[in-house]
């Protein structure tokens, strides 16, 4: 069965410096991955999806992910964090066939220090 | 204009109690969906709808009741309400792209 992993439960940077959060996916053939962010009180907001073609992906808020086969990873990046992304960080992946099912990690807490 | 609302945005109730939450997405979306977020923030699906076709029913207890009137509306229905219940359910509409649209869920408490 398909299943995620974000190994970091929380992630604190400074406002203005980079960032790389982590997921690591399981599934035999190519995955549609996604990133997910979830602030305080509030639902899902989709950032950024692969489903195939260039492996770096570009999404809103100035995000970005690179899908690697290699390595089983779709991390998120973004090159100059804002005090505003303090936020819960979420990885999925759609299961099998279909893009009904999508299977998530467990969330990253990113905390910006001012 | 909300794109998916969910109500009660909160609702606080007690063991052996029966209570609903509704959804409704007017983003003309053929797929909803129930998650279930638990005290550590880990989702998890419970129900997919796909045109008012029950399409993933993930070994949730029968006293969760799914109905979908129409494709715009589903609606959770819990029965008997437990402990472990408690939990923030959020709604979710897709065009079956894994792309969801989610609602800012619904708080439920049991005492």
């Known amino acids: 069965a398909q299943s995620v992993t974000q190994p970091d439960i929380h992630i604190t940077v400074s406002e203005g410096a980079s960032l790389e959060l982590r997921c690591n996916y399981s599934?035999?053939?190519?995955?549609?991955l996604f990133w997910y962010v979830q602030s305080p009180g509030q639902g899902l907001q989709l950032l950024l999806k692969?489903?195939?073609?260039?492996?770096l992906v570009q999404g809103i808020k100035g995000f970005e992910a690179e899908f690697k086969r290699s390595q089983s990873s779709f991390n998120l990046r973004k090159p100059s964090v804002h005090w505003s992304d303090a936020a819960e960080y979420f990885c999925?992946?759609?299961?099998?066939?279909?893009?009904?099912?999508?299977?998530f990690g467990s969330g990253t807490r990113l905390l910006v220090r001012p | 204009d909300t794109a998916v609302s969910q109500t009660p945005k909160y609702l606080v109730t007690q063991m052996g109690n029966d209570k609903s939450i509704k959804c409704e997405q007017n983003l003309g979306h053929d797929t909803m969906y129930w998650y279930k977020q638990d005290s550590k923030k880990f989702l998890k699906i419970m129900f997919s709808?796909?045109?008012?076709?029950?399409?993933i029913n993930e070994t949730v207890p029968n006293r969760f009741s799914p109905k979908s009137p129409d494709k715009a509306h589903l609606n959770l229905h819990i029965n008997s309400l437990e402990l472990g219940d408690s939990a923030v359910y959020f709604c979710?509409?897709?065009?079956?792209?894994?792309?969801?649209?989610f609602g800012e869920g619904s708080r439920l408490t049991v005492l």
């Open positions: 692969y489903f195939s073609g260039d492996t």
């Open positions: 999925a992946v759609a299961e099998g066939d279909s893009s009904y099912k999508l299977i």
């Open positions: 599934y035999g053939a190519t995955p549609y």
């Open positions: 979710a509409s897709s065009y079956n792209t894994g792309e969801l649209f």
């Open positions: 709808y796909n045109n008012k076709e029950l399409i």
